[in-house]
Antibody
Framework: QVQLQESGPGLVKPSQTLSLTCTVS??????????WSWIRQHPGKGLEWIGY???????YYNPSLKSRVTISVDTSKNQFSLKLSSVTAADTAVYYC?????????????????WGQGTLVTVSS | EIVLTQSPGTLSLSPGERATLSCRAS???????LAWYQQKPGQAPRLLIY???SRATGIPDRFSGSGSGTDFTLTISRLEPEDFAVYYC???????????FGGGTKVEIK
């Protein structure tokens, strides 16, 4: 059973960089066909995909956040990370890491099958 | 960007009743790439349906998905107390890359 766990500061000051790490257990982050993702949810609102990374290091970002987002992977630690720069109060949200199952071996998939519990990040001075 | 519109915003039903949730896309979505999730307060979303109609592991058969093109439906045949939650649809497209969620439907106890 794959498990994901987010970690990082719960409070970030405006204009600074938000940094979170997701640790994956119960499976290898280097497994083919899976993309390691960040999704956020503003308080009381819906879900917003931030971006994802393949174990090879290829990244794909939501165009609306692309200029401020960096996702990286550390296969030796089975972890991947999110950096979001120049944050404002509008970036206050619960941040989830999740595993995205993509196309593989002739099968077509496009969904998130495992999620972390989420971590609330508040942007405030 | 493909916009997913979910309706109704809130569905008030009693346990045992049938729930029908709609997800309408602004452009055609491949059925392979349409999923549904359930989210309860304070919890992460849980995958229910992928490929428009395939149940995820461990999901009871009272949950079913259907649809194609721009119109998709999640049906809960008989609501159990634990089914009262918010439900989201999600679509994915690879060329160009696009991944969006609907705004959600809250199923509440009447």
């Amino acid at each position: 059973q794959v498990q994901l766990q987010e970690s990082g500061p719960g409070l970030v000051k405006p204009s600074q960089t938000l940094s979170l790490t997701c640790t994956v257990s119960g499976g290898s982050i280097s497994s083919g066909g899976y993309y390691w993702s960040w999704i956020r949810q503003h308080p009381g609102k819906g879900l917003e995909w931030i971006g994802y990374i393949y174990y090879s290091g290829s990244t794909y970002y939501n165009p609306s956040l692309k200029s401020r987002v960096t996702i990286s992977v550390d296969t030796s630690k089975n972890q991947f990370s999110l950096k979001l720069s120049s944050v404002t109060a509008a970036d206050t949200a619960v941040y989830y890491c999740a595993r995205f199952r993509g196309d593989s071996s002739g099968y077509y998939y496009g969904h998130f099958d495992y999620w972390g519990q989420g971590t609330l990040v508040t942007v405030s001075s | 960007e493909i916009v997913l519109t979910q309706s109704p915003g809130t569905l008030s039903l009693s346990p045992g009743e049938r729930a029908t949730l709609s997800c309408r896309a602004s452009q055609s979505v491949s059925s392979s790439y349409l999923a549904w999730y359930q989210q309860k307060p304070g919890q992460a979303p849980r995958l229910l349906i992928y490929g428009a109609s395939s149940r995820a592991t461990g999901i009871p058969d009272r949950f079913s998905g259907s649809g194609s093109g721009t119109d998709f439906t999640l049906t809960i045949s008989r609501l159990e107390p634990e089914d009262f939650a918010v439900y989201y649809c999600q679509q994915y497209g690879s060329s160009p890359l696009r991944l969006t969620f609907g705004g959600g439907t809250k199923v509440e106890i009447k």
